[in-house]
Each structure stands twice: as C-alpha cells, then as structure tokens.
C-alpha cells in the first residue's frame, strides 16, 4: 500500500517529448513493479508499459514500443515514462501504478495501488 504521484504531464507538439514521473511514499518501493496506463476521454484505461522491481525486465505496449521508456530509480523511489516522438493518439490521462506481482501480470491491469494521473495532450 503505497501513495503514489504522477507529475510531468503537459502539452506538447506532435513529434514532441515529455518526461512523466510517478514518485511513491514508503520504505518498500523496491518490492513492487511499477506500470503506466492511460486512459482517453471515452476509452477503456489501457496499458502502456510495466517495470520490475530491479528494472530489468519490461513490457510495452505496441503502440508505444520503441517510442516510450519505462525506468525506475528505487533510491528515490520514483518511476518514469520517456515518451519521445509523441503523437496525437498519445493524448490521454496517464496513471502509475504498482503492485507486488510480476510486471507481465500488472500489465494486465491489476495494481495495488493507483496514482491521481497526470494529462498529456498531443496537438498537430
């Protein structure tokens, strides 16, 4: 059970980059892997990217492979999304979230806990 807070968030040009953190109380940060969703105005909350606990190990979305980095720094017990060559499609709230589970099943969507999100808007 941790408290987690999403800044970073913004408008951007298309073709643009943001840097999204998510920083989280509590002295057990290192346990939980980590996870970006989002969620558009309409649209089901989907999921983005997902890191363990020792950050070795991530999942994408397709639709952001290769665009998007997911990074975490336990020290500071803060996790990051890198969106670079950002597009309209990207616009959406974005949330972090953790949990104590293997990233490839917090990518499915179950969290422990949740953070407030953070707007990113992407014109053309």
């Known amino acids: 059970q941790v408290q987690l807070v999403e800044s970073g968030g913004g408008l951007v040009q298309a073709g643009g980059s943001l840097r999204l953190s998510c920083t989280a109380s509590?002295?057990?940060?290192?346990?939980?892997?980590m996870g970006w969703f989002r969620q558009a105005p309409g649209k089901e909350r989907e999921f983005v990217a997902a890191?363990?606990?020792?950050?070795?190990?991530?999942y994408y979305a397709d639709s952001v492979k290769g665009r998007f980095t997911i990074s975490r720094d336990n020290a500071k017990n803060a996790a990051y999304l890198q969106m670079n060559s950002l597009k309209p499609e990207d616009t959406a709230k974005y949330y972090c979230?953790?949990?104590?589970?293997?990233?490839?099943?917090?990518?499915?969507?179950?969290?422990?806990?949740w953070g407030q999100g953070t707007q990113v808007t992407v014109s053309s």
């Open positions: 979230a953790a949990d104590r589970v293997p990233p490839w099943k917090l990518a499915l969507g179950r969290a422990l806990s």
């Open positions: 509590g002295r057990t940060f290192s346990t939980y892997a």
């Open positions: 890191i363990s606990i020792s950050g070795n190990i991530t």
